[in-house]
């Protein structure tokens, strides 16, 4: 794969001696502005940790590792823990993931193996432009729209029918916590349908047809041959989802109240990592909260960084796996 | 196996019964799009007139007024950031594509995956601590007077311009000896912080001996003392560094699909190898190249979280690099969680315009991705 044309330096070629010592010059100038450009990935990437590091130093100087485990975030007393930004930051994405992955799997099963062949492209392209509406945007409509709605219908339903559970206790607000997750789900629908139908692709036709030639239906074929052999890439799917749905920040910060929270009502408002930070940054009153918001940060990055790894193994794996064996 | 255990006629019900689920999965994942082009439309189509493009805010409360300084603060912010993360994302496919062991590229492409797998957040606070920070640069130079009764002194530059700092109970003094205004040492050599306020106003927060320690702990410690740097530049740099991964990415996959006879040929012909890149490979790939960089431009178009504390906004017009600047994304969010209802009004129609330009964008994608080496996905 690639082309491997470089394999020999060119400045050992029989044309290239022949050249004059300038082109030779240029060549290798010219590689090396690419191999800059190239290095600079990795250089951003050691430049967001360090400066993430820096900016949390004070704050890890002062709590140690106590700050991941407390409970109060109280900027006038200047008592930081990072405990209910990560709880908002895990219940929200918690809810968003249990929302979209049936969705999506849904919408990737029937643009794989249901919908007319003629449908399949338009319908792509609409969940693709449901991907191009920015964050803000999404706020908006949730704070103006969605709440309102959600209020007076859906949420009223829910203490009703579910309240003798504690997740659907207390009053109800509006934003919180599962419009939160509500909205991310929303969110995250497009990159989890499509790397969901990616690897539904991925599946071998062999597969359904042996399943068809022992007379199995077609919901059978799915779940039996499509969805069971692809399940490790529809999990790195979700997972792929869960890394956006961690990481996003005013669409969550304009509808679940900001409010530091440790509870079980998914009605009661709540903050995360991301919108934390949004939040309080440029009104943060002292160093020390400022540094206790770049820790955040680097929590939400390491958390962030290492659900996409595993992510893009699980579905590298999956894809790049099963293409081989077609091939 | 299970499957032919189970009545047949039931069998197939499930089966039908789970289509229409699939179905209705579909319906649904549409839903929001078709809800919120609604809202989107029916709120703020009204607003769009002339006033709205060319308009400067009015102040709160008040209406009228546009956001003619956001749209084209978005559009010079893009422009920036296309300046800055174009060139090096190009050079970087290139170098994967091109040249580079596998072990190297490997690890290369790993990073990038891991960049754009960064929270657009962080982005911001990592453009604010590289730009905003520095960019608020103490001033320097020895006290020429103490003004007691203005409570302020006169700083005087090496360069020789001079400068008037207001020093209140807020300001802290870093000096040996010297605990109020009026025992600064007149002559003596100082670094003041100070913050700019938007109208122009400077509020002193340290004044300090120099020395070479004194300016080290200043710059690590004091990082929040620098609202007077938030700027285009920061803004701009912030989605640059988002644009760096996708731009190598997309570029990398392009270029692969240039078929390597076209190479062949160059080299047959005596054509030096970057000049083999520059003339041929990119060029034919040229379309797919455009697809990326427009692909990436529609990924931080709509970006409000790294702006938040490097853009800032400004209520006015600002072509200055070094100066806080107006974007959409940054217009709407304000006006979405103000109080006036006219603001509302406005930020769905900023909305309207942000997401008629990034759907500009994707349309763009797709016109330029019906090229010739385009892969058959």
């Keep these: 794969m690639g082309v491997q044309m470089t394999t020999t330096p060119a400045s050992k070629t029989p044309a290239a001696n022949r050249a004059p010592s300038g082109a030779r010059l240029a060549d290798r100038g010219f590689r090396w502005l690419c191999l800059a450009g190239a290095l600079v990935v990795g250089v951003l990437l050691l430049l967001v940790i360090w400066q993430l590091l820096r900016g949390a130093r004070l704050s890890m100087d002062r709590f140690g590792w106590g700050f991941f485990i407390g409970k109060t975030w109280d900027p006038v007393s200047e008592e930081f823990g990072a405990l209910p930004f990560i709880f908002g930051t895990v219940v929200s994405s918690i809810v968003a993931l249990l929302i979209a992955v049936p969705l999506s799997v849904g919408t990737a099963i029937y643009l794989t193996d249901l919908a007319p062949p003629r449908l399949r492209q338009p319908l792509s392209s609409l969940i693709e432009m449901l991907a191009a509406v920015p964050s803000v945007v999404w706020g908006l409509w949730g704070f103006f729209i969605l709440v309102p709605i959600l209020r007076a219908t859906l949420y009223p339903v829910l203490q009703k029918c579910l309240g003798f559970l504690p997740f659907f206790q207390g009053p109800i607000y509006g934003i919180g916590l599962l419009t939160a997750g509500i909205i991310l789900a929303i969110m995250i629908l497009p990159i989890v349908t499509s790397i969901s139908r990616e690897v539904l692709r991925s599946v071998p036709n062999l597969q359904r047809e042996a399943a068809y030639a022992l007379g199995a239906t077609r919901w059978e074929v799915t779940r039996i041959a499509v969805l069971s052999y692809a399940r490790r890439g529809l999990f790195g799917a979700a997972a792929l989802g869960l890394g956006r749905a961690l990481g996003e920040t005013m669409a969550v910060m304009m509808v679940i109240g900001n409010t530091p929270y440790i509870g079980l009502s998914l009605f009661h408002p709540a903050s995360t990592l991301a919108s934390g930070v949004a939040n309080e940054f440029t009104e943060a009153t002292g160093d020390l909260q400022l540094s206790a918001l770049f820790e955040l940060g680097l929590v939400l990055l390491g958390v962030t960084i290492l659900v996409n790894i595993l992510a893009q193994v699980m579905v590298r794996a999956f894809t790049t796996a099963e293409t081989r064996r077609v091939a | ?377």
């Design chain 2, 1 to 377: 196996m299970t499957v032919s255990s189970k009545n047949h006629a039931y069998r197939k019900f499930k089966s039908l019964a789970m289509n229409v689920v699939c179905i209705a999965c579909a319906l649904l994942v549409i839903l929001p799009l078709a809800l919120i082009l609604f809202y989107l439309i029916q709120k703020g189509a009204s607003s769009l007139n002339w006033a709205f493009f060319t308009g400067l805010p009015k102040s709160a409360g008040s209406t009228g007024g546009g956001m003619g300084n956001a749209i084209v603060g978005t559009l010079e912010l893009l422009l920036l950031a296309s300046i800055i993360g174009v060139p090096v994302g190009v050079l970087g496919g290139v170098y994967l594509a091109e040249y580079g062991g596998e072990r190297l590229n490997g690890w290369i492409r790993f990073w990038a995956d891991v960049l754009n797998g960064v929270p657009s957040i962080v982005w911001g606070m990592v453009a604010w601590a590289l730009i905003v920070v520095p960019m608020a640069a103490p001033f320097r130079g020895t006290i020429k007077s103490v003004n007691a009764a203005e409570s302020s002194i006169t700083v005087q530059s090496s360069a020789g311009d001079t400068q008037d700092f207001t020093v209140d109970s807020k300001t802290r003094l870093k000096f040996k000896g010297a605990t109020q205004l009026s025992s600064l040492p007149v002559g003596a050599d100082v670094v003041v912080w100070f913050e700019r306020k938007g109208d122009g106003s400077t509020v002193t927060d340290s004044v300090s001996e120099t020395g070479l320690w004194n300016l080290f702990t200043a710059k690590i410690i004091k990082l929040h003392n620098a609202f007077s740097g938030f700027s285009a530049l920061a803004g701009g740099l912030a989605l640059g560094f988002i644009m760096i991964p996708l731009v190598l990415r997309t570029t990398e996959e392009v270029l692969v699909l240039v078929p390597r006879s076209y190479r062949e040929a160059a080299l047959a012909l005596g054509l030096a190898q970057w000049k083999t890149i520059v003339r041929i490979v990119l060029p034919t790939a040229l379309r797919g190249i455009i697809t990326g960089v427009l692909l990436a431009m529609g990924r931080v178009a709509g970006e409000t979280a790294p702006l938040l504390f490097t853009a800032f906004g400004n209520s006015n017009w600002n072509h200055h690099l070094s100066e806080p600047i107006a974007a959409l994304p940054l217009q709407i969010f304000s006006y979405a969680i103000a109080p006036y209802d006219d603001w509302n009004r406005q930020a769905w129609a900023g909305a309207l315009v942000l997401v008629a330009l990034t759907f500009l964008l994707s349309a763009g994608v797709r016109f330029f991705s019906r090229g010739r080496f385009q892969k058959n996905t």
